[in-house]
Each structure stands twice: as C-alpha cells, then as structure tokens.
C-alpha cells in the first residue's frame, strides 16, 4: 500500500505542484495584508493545506484525462478570485472582506476603470499575468498516470468525500477557502437583492399611517456627497480654505462629531436610506424606506443622481432610491456635479403645491480627483502654497499632487453646496442637510489615498454633516433642538429626517434624531468596530509613521 502511495506521488508532482499553486499561495502571500490577525492567517494556511491534501489523494482514483478535466475546472473557478484578491493583496496589502467583496460585485464598470487607471502599476499587472499562465502550463504538462482502483481503497476514497463534503458544506470552514467564500458571497447577495426587492414592491399596497406635527409646506433637500472627509474642509479647521462659500453661510450649522457606519457607498446608502442597522439588517425588508415615508406623508419625492444608478449598473441601494417619484438620473452624461443645479432649479422654481423631498447623490470627491472638478477649481498647488506638510518619506511630489486635487474637489463641492442653498433661499420653510456617504484617507499616515474597510481609519468615517436652516424658520421650529456638538452616526439619518420633517409613524424613535430634545447618545459602529476601536487604530497607525495628519 504505502509503495503504491509513494508511486503515485511520484507520477503526480505536477498534479501536486498545481494545487499548491491554486489553493495555498494566497493564503501563503496573505501575510502581507496589514488588516488580518496572525491566528487567522494561520487558520487560513491550516484548512487550505487539508483541503489540497484531499484533493490531491482524490487525484489518485481519477484517469488521466479526468485529472485535466478537474483541473481545468478548478482553475476556471479559482481564477477570477484568485486574482482579485491576489492584486488586493499586492498593491494595496489587504485582504478582501465581506464588505469590499460586495462592492466589487456592485461597483459599475467606470468606476472599475478609473479605479484601475489609479492602482495600477506594471509590478500589478505582471503578477496577474504570470498567476494566470502557471497553473495553465501545469495542466498542458500534466503526464498520463495510474489509478488507483476505489473498490480496492474504498475507505480512503469515502474518508477524502466526506472531508470534502464537510469543508464545503461548514460555513467556519468554507469562509477560509478564498474562492468558496467568494462565490458563497456572491450567491447570498444575489438571492438577498431578490428577496428585497420583491418586499419593496410587495408592501407598497399594504397601509402604513405616516401622520406630520406641523402642517406647513416646506421643501428639504439631502445632499448626500462622497468621499469627502471633513479632515480637508476648512470649515473644520483645515490649512487651506477650501470652503470659502459655505464659511460666509451664516445661517449654517456644522455638527462636529458625525460619522458614517461604513466606509463604502453601498452599506452606508443602505442604511442611511433605511432603517436597518447592524442589529436589525432584515428592516430593509419589513419597515418601509426614508422615500417610502415621505411618500405617504404626502410629499412630493424627487431623487437626482450624480453617481452611476440603475439599468446596467444596477446596485443594491437603487431598489430604496427608486421609491422617488421622480427620478433624474445624470450620471451618464460623465460631468462634474454642477449638472444637478439645472434640475434643481427646474424643480424649486415650480410653485410648492405639497411639502418637497429632494435628495441629491453626488459624485463629490470620488477617486480619480482630478476628473471630478472643471478646469476653474484646479486651484491648490503645494509648490505655491506651502501647505502640504513634507518630511514624511511617502509624501512624494506625486503624493501632494494627489492631495492638491483632492482639495480642489472639496473646494468645487464647496462652490455646488453654495449655489443649491442659494436656490433654495426663494422657498419658504426651507431646509437643506448635506453629508458625505464616507471620508477619504489621502496621504495621512501612509503612502494610501482612498478608502477601505480594511485598512480603515478615523478620515475615512469622520465626515462632514451640515445643516443650513434660514435663521427666521428655525425659530419657527420650537420643536427642533439644534445642538452641532451631538455625537451623531448618519446610521440613524431617517429619524433625523422624519423628525426635521415632523413624521411620526410605528417605529418612529425620537431618542435616535439628532435634533431631537430626548435624543440619546448611542455606542458607534462603522462596521464591526466600535468608533472608539478605530480612533485607537488611527492612532497606532499615526504613531508608528510618527505623521499625525495635517487637517485638524
Ligand atoms: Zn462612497
């Protein structure tokens, strides 16, 4: 037995080198990420390596030719994850989770592109390259072998199915195995939007009672940006003024202690526009949406996007956004946000017959920067200003560059907040709340620029929350406690807004508005981590670069 073993090892090196490849090099070059814990890392390595010894024994019973079959079809499957988390962990030291592997299922093929055009080095493509022919050559080398018969080793062969059957089927284990938990992932999104969706549609018949405390008309309008971090907005004490416009509002409020409960579009659009949360995810299926209360408030409902939205770029947020009766989406026509200001004024220029709902997704600050402003706001230079602080060894000419077209994009957002509060100033009772989806982290600590819940850090959830309410209308609101030092999470934002809103409904908690008077202060997530947690990790990381950032 054990000379036909050690036989048909021998005849199989190929066969072995090739699983080595496809099954342990990404838990093998893992170690690079900076956001996984040891014990991990070795679990990782310790349930791959059983599964290619299975594997590799099942080999054995199989014909040449099946053996090709196999491996062919093990590599179609593990190429793709492969490669993704492989480039992840190459350029950007991280391995993907549960959150960032949702987003590339979602992230529209422009967005892709520039996010390539941003990340891509020639080291990067050249490890794809060279990770995708391996294991192509393995197979193509592959010799003729022996089987071994399953009758006459039908123990081994059982032992090695149910191990097989097992690991696939444990969700602890599968979740080790890249490629299954890819695809796990993948399969759970897809049938979790299906589910959604067919409840969204499904309760639009049945009643729900949304009742308002005070009568009068009023429009509000929800500016949601992106990837703006308030650690760049001079209204939050940065060193360059890139809020020139908003700073002469009197009439503003900026609440200084907001965060986002994620770092990425998607979950946060989520939950801002739901009322699920961490605790109760299922409420985007069983409570109705922030459009769907306004909606039986008897508001009209209006939803302009600047961001790519529906048809083929379809996401797991557009089924909430879609409740708006009226939808503009602007996004293909590739321009900075000035193209909402038309619609808008189109809108607030028609006489207010029912209270108004407006919300506007902007493209803000997203990655590639200097796409996101016209030629006018390319204005901050740190060989002029001086205001890029050198010394750290990643601040690299092309690193300040980054940042300077980082602020020009905050000084553009700036000029667009501007113009839509001067629109709004014709309308009486008039109420305008703007606040990015997530921050940014753009040379902080390190040689990054983006944002990543593996990597996450305090700019990338510290965001921007500004309420412009004129001074006369707020006074009229006795109902309203406008306190800017609140410490607030936009997880909560649809019992802010139904409650700036006046709607009261089953379910309505007015502990969780932040302008309410018995509002109470709630523990903070962005994501898993407590916002206490990631502070300390910012902290750690700031310590360690010896750079604390130069924004507040
Ligand atoms: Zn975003």
């Known amino acids: 037995m054990k ?11 190929l066969q072995l080198f090739f699983l080595i490849y496809i099954l342990l090099v990404i838990p093998l070059v893992s170690p690079i990420a900076q956001n996984v814990p040891a014990r991990y890392l070795i679990a990782n390595i310790f349930v791959n390596a059983g599964l290619l010894a299975v594997l590799f024994l099942l080999f054995f019973f199989m014909t040449s030719k099946t053996e090709k079959v196999i491996a062919s079809l093990l590599l179609f499957i593990t190429l793709v994850p492969g490669v993704i988390f492989l480039a992840y962990l190459l350029f950007a030291h991280v391995l993907l989770f549960e959150d960032s592997i949702i987003s590339l299922f979602e992230t529209n093929p422009e967005e892709s592109k520039e996010f390539v055009a941003y990340y891509l080095s020639p080291w990067v493509l050249l490890g794809v390259g060279i990770y995708a022919v391996i294991p192509i050559i393995l197979i193509c080398k592959m010799k003729r072998t022996k089987r071994l018969s399953v009758w006459k080793h039908k123990y081994l062969f059982l032992g090695c199915m149910t191990i097989l059957f097992f690991s696939l089927s444990i969700e602890r284990i599968a979740k080790s195995i890249y490629f299954v938990n890819f695809y796990r992932i993948f399969f759970e999104y897809k049938m979790r939007t299906a589910i959604e969706d067919k409840a969204i549609k499904e309760r639009q018949t049945v009643p729900f009672a949304v009742t308002t405390t005070n009568s009068e008309l009023k429009t509000i309008i929800v500016i949601i940006g992106e990837s703006e971090t308030r650690h760049h907005m001079s209204l939050y004490g940065y060193n360059r003024p890139t809020n020139p416009l908003l700073s002469k509002e009197s009439d503003l409020l900026v609440y200084k202690d907001v965060i986002s409960p994620q770092v990425h579009t998607i979950p946060v659009i989520r939950s801002v526009m739901s009322f699920a949360d ?19 408030a008897g508001y009209e409902t209006y939803f302009i996007s600047n961001q790519p939205f529906g048809g083929n770029y379809r996401t797991s947020y557009d089924n909430l956004l879609e409740q708006a009766q009226h939808i503009k989406n602007l996004s293909l026509r590739k321009k900075p946000d000035e193209v909402i200001l038309e619609p808008l004024k189109k809108i607030l220029t028609q006489p207010l017959v029912r209270s108004q709902l407006i919300v506007i997704h902007l493209i803000g600050s997203h990655m590639a920067y200097e796409f996101r402003y016209p030629v006018a706001f390319n204005v901050f230079n740190h060989r002029k200003d ?17 940042i300077d077209r980082y602020d020009n994009t905050v000084l553009y957002n700036d000029s667009i907040l501007a113009e839509a509060i001067e629109l709004l100033k014709k309308r009486e009772n008039p109420l305008l709340v703007y606040f990015s989806d997530h921050g940014e982290e753009v040379y902080d600590y390190r040689d990054f620029a983006g944002h990543a819940y593996e990597k996450i850090t305090t700019p990338m959830c510290e965001i921007p929350f500004l309420v412009w309410i004129p001074d006369n209308y707020r006074r009229s609101r ?44 709630r523990e903070r997530l962005v994501g898993d981590l407590s916002y206490e947690s990631v502070i300390e990790l910012t902290n750690r990381l700031a ?3 010896g750079h604390l950032h130069t924004g507040q």
């Open 478 to 521: 006795g109902d309203l406690c406008f306190d800017i030092n609140r410490p607030y999470s936009t997880d909560d934002f649809i019992y802010s807004l139904s409650d700036l809103a006046g709607l009261r409904y089953d379910g309505y908690d007015d502990s969780r508005s932040l302008f309410s008077y018995t509002f109470k202060e």
């Open 3 to 13: 000379k036909i073993m050690l036989q048909a090892i021998k005849e199989r090196k």
């Open 386 to 402: 001086g205001k890029v602080k050198s010394g750290a060894p990643y601040l690299t000419d092309g690193a300040k560059t980054t």
């Open 543 to 545: 310590a360690s670069s």
């Open 278 to 296: 961490k605790k109760n995810p299922d409420y985007i299926i069983t409570r109705p949406s922030l459009f769907e209360l306004f909606n039986r």
